[in-house]
C-alpha cells in the first residue's frame, strides 16, 4: 500500500497504524521532516518527493484532500488500475470488525481523541491527528478502536462507529460548507450514523440541539448542572488541570497533568465514553491522570534565555482565545508574546475582527504570512492592523526566517512566547527557541 503525502497531519497516523498491522507500506512526502523518519524505524518505505514510479510495486494508493487529483502519483495509480483510496475510506477499512469510538468536533478533537486512549488504555487500537507524546499518532491491539473524525472534508461519514463524541460544533470549514446550516446539518447525518450511543457538551447550544435529533441514547457533560457528567470546581494552573466530576451520584476527583479549562472538559468527555463503555471509573480516572499530553497542544518547545516558549494548534479563533487565556495564566507576572499564522485565506475572510480580539489577550503580537493562502482577501498585515493593541506592541513579518529575531528582540526574562497555527509554525517556535539562547 502506498500513501501520498505520508507525512500530513491525518496520514501520519494512518501509515503508523498499517505499520503496525503489518501491512507493507511505502510513502512519499515532498520534503524530509521528523516524522518521516519515524515511520522509516516503523517498516515503512518514504520517498522524499513525489514521483509517478513511487506507486509501482503497490496494489493501493492512499491520498488524502489535499492532494490534487492531477497529482503524478494518482495519475500513475489510475492509469494502472490501482485501487484508489481516500485517507477516511481505507481507515474505515481497517477498522473493520473493531468496536469504533469516533471523536468529533470544531475544537479540540485531538486532544479529547488522545485522552480518550489515555482512559481506556494504550494498548487499545487508535489514530489521532497528532502525536501523543512518547507513543505517536497511532498504535495496534485489541479493544475499541479510538479514531480522531474530521469533519472538514465530510470525511467523517465514512465512519459507522458504535460511540461517537461530538465537542462542540462552531463556525468553520465554512469553504467546504458554505454556511452553518449546512455543517449542523451533516454533523447530525454523522451522528445518525452512530449504532450505540453519543456523548456530546451540555455547555454547546448546537450540541444540545444535535441530541435532541439522534435516535441513540445520548449522555451529556459540562459545568451545566443537568449534565450527566456534571465538572464543578474546575481549575487550571502551571501543573494542570483539577476538577470533580459528579457522575450517577458519586463524586470522583479527577487531576489532568496538562493546563487549560477547556482540556478539563475534554477529558470529561472521554471520562463519560469510557465509562459508558464500561470501563471503571476508577480506572479511567487514574489513566486520565497519566495522559502525556499531545504534540502542538500546549507543548513546552524549551527554554531560552528565561523565556519560555510553548507551540499550538490554535488556528481558529476560539481556539485562540483559550489557548492564549491558558498561557495568560501561565506567563504569572511574566509577559505573553503571541506569534501567530493566520491559517488560510477564508478564515480570515469569516473571522478577521475575532482573531484580532483574541490576539489582543497577549501583551506583544508578531504575525506572519498566511499559511496557504488562495485568492483575494485578508492577509498577515491586516491582521495586524486589527490587532487593538498600541503600534509599538504589534509587528507584522512577512519573511519567516526574520520572525525570530523580531520575537527575540522583544522578548525578555520572565516572558512566555507561544506560536499559534498550522502546523508549519512549529518551525518557528523552534527558531525563536534558538534566537533566545543566542541573545541570553
Known amino acids: 500500500m502506498h500513501l501520498v503525502g505520508c507525512?500530513?497531519?491525518?496520514?501520519?497516523?494512518?501509515?503508523?497504524?498499517?505499520?503496525?498491522?503489518?501491512?507493507?507500506?511505502?510513502?512519499?512526502?515532498?520534503?524530509?521532516?521528523?516524522?518521516?523518519?519515524?515511520l522509516r524505524r516503523?517498516?515503512?518505505?518514504?520517498?522524499?518527493?513525489?514521483?509517478?514510479?513511487?506507486?509501482?510495486?503497490?496494489?493501493?494508493?492512499v491520498y488524502s484532500t489535499s492532494i490534487p487529483d492531477d497529482h503524478a502519483e494518482l495519475?500513475?495509480?489510475?492509469?494502472?488500475?490501482?485501487?484508489?483510496?481516500?485517507?477516511?475510506?481505507?481507515?474505515?477499512?481497517?477498522?473493520?470488525?473493531?468496536?469504533?469510538?469516533?471523536?468529533?468536533?470544531?475544537h479540540g478533537k485531538t486532544s479529547t481523541t488522545a485522552?480518550?486512549?489515555?482512559?481506556?488504555?494504550?494498548d487499545v487500537p487508535f489514530v489521532v491527528g497528532g502525536e501523543i507524546t512518547g507513543i505517536g499518532n497511532a498504535g495496534y491491539g485489541d479493544g475499541t478502536f479510538v479514531v480522531e473524525a474530521d469533519e472538514?472534508?465530510?470525511?467523517?461519514?465514512?465512519?459507522?462507529?458504535?460511540?461517537?463524541?461530538?465537542?462542540?460544533?462552531?463556525?468553520?470549514?465554512?469553504?467546504?460548507?458554505?454556511?452553518?446550516?449546512?455543517?449542523?446539518?451533516?454533523?447530525?447525518?454523522?451522528?445518525?450514523?452512530?449504532?450505540?450511543?453519543?456523548?456530546?457538551?451540555?455547555?454547546?447550544?448546537?450540541?444540545?440541539?444535535?441530541?435532541?435529533?439522534?435516535?441513540?441514547?445520548?449522555?451529556?457533560?459540562?459545568?451545566?448542572?443537568?449534565?450527566?457528567?456534571?465538572v464543578t470546581g474546575l481549575s487550571s494552573g502551571v501543573n494542570g488541570v483539577r476538577y470533580r466530576a459528579l457522575l450517577g451520584g458519586n463524586h470522583h476527583e479527577v487531576e489532568l497533568?496538562?493546563?487549560?479549562?477547556?482540556?478539563?472538559?475534554?477529558?470529561?468527555?472521554a471520562l463519560l465514553a469510557a465509562v459508558r463503555?464500561?470501563?471503571p471509573v476508577d480506572t479511567v480516572v487514574a489513566g486520565l491522570a497519566e495522559y502525556p499530553g499531545v504534540g502542538r497542544r500546549f507543548e513546552l518547545k524549551g527554554i531560552g534565555g528565561g523565556v519560555?516558549?510553548?507551540?499550538?494548534?490554535?488556528?481558529?479563533?476560539?481556539?485562540?482565545?483559550?489557548?492564549?487565556?491558558?498561557?495568560?495564566?501561565?506567563?504569572g507576572d511574566g509577559r505573553l508574546l503571541a506569534v501567530c499564522q493566520p491559517c488560510r485565506t477564508y478564515r480570515l475572510r469569516d473571522f478577521q475582527d475575532e482573531m484580532a480580539a483574541a490576539l489582543a489577550l497577549a501583551d506583544q503580537v508578531v504575525v506572519t504570512s498566511v499559511f496557504a493562502p488562495a485568492g483575494p482577501g485578508p492577509d498577515g498585515a491586516s491582521l495586524t492592523r486589527a490587532v487593538p493593541l498600541p503600534s509599538a506592541a504589534k509587528s507584522y513579518v512577512d519573511d519567516w526566517s526574520a520572525v525570530s529575531d523580531e520575537v527575540a528582540r522583544r522578548a525578555r526574562p520572565g516572558d512566555l512566547v507561544v506560536t499559534l497555527g498550522a502546523p508549519a509554525v512549529s518551525a518557528i517556535a523552534d527558531q525563536i527557541l534558538d534566537a533566545l539562547r543566542r541573545s541570553g
Do not use: K, W
Open 152 to 230: 472538514s472534508d465530510r470525511s467523517f461519514l465514512n465512519f459507522s462507529p458504535h460511540a461517537a463524541i461530538v465537542t462542540n460544533i462552531d463556525s468553520d470549514h465554512l469553504d467546504t460548507y458554505g454556511d452553518m446550516a449546512e455543517l449542523r446539518d451533516t454533523f447530525l447525518e454523522f451522528c445518525r450514523r452512530v449504532s450505540g450511543f453519543l456523548v456530546t457538551c451540555a455547555d454547546d447550544p448546537r450540541c444540545r440541539d444535535l441530541a435532541a435529533r439522534v435516535d441513540v441514547p445520548v449522555h451529556t457533560y459540562g459545568l451545566d448542572p443537568d449534565a450527566d457528567l456534571r
Open 75 to 106: 495519475v500513475e495509480a489510475r492509469r494502472l488500475g490501482l485501487q484508489v483510496l481516500h485517507r477516511a475510506e481505507a481507515l474505515a477499512i481497517a477498522m473493520r470488525g473493531h468496536e469504533v469510538l469516533a471523536v468529533a468536533g470544531t
Open 115 to 122: 485522552m480518550a486512549v489515555a482512559a481506556l488504555g494504550f
Open 42 to 61: 516503523l517498516g515503512g518505505t518514504v520517498h522524499t518527493g513525489h514521483d509517478a514510479s513511487n506507486v509501482h510495486g503497490a496494489d493501493t494508493v
Open 308 to 331: 519560555r516558549v510553548y507551540d499550538d494548534y490554535a488556528c481558529h479563533h476560539t481556539s485562540m482565545e483559550a489557548s492564549l487565556r491558558t498561557m495568560r495564566d501561565l506567563a
Open 277 to 279: 463503555l464500561g470501563r
Open 7 to 38: 507525512g500530513g497531519v491525518g496520514m501520519t497516523g494512518l501509515t503508523e497504524l498499517l505499520l503496525h498491522m503489518g501491512i507493507p507500506v511505502s510513502g512519499s512526502e515532498l520534503r524530509a521532516d521528523p516524522t518521516l523518519d519515524r
Open 257 to 269: 497533568p496538562v493546563p487549560g479549562n477547556h482540556l478539563g472538559l475534554n477529558s470529561a468527555a
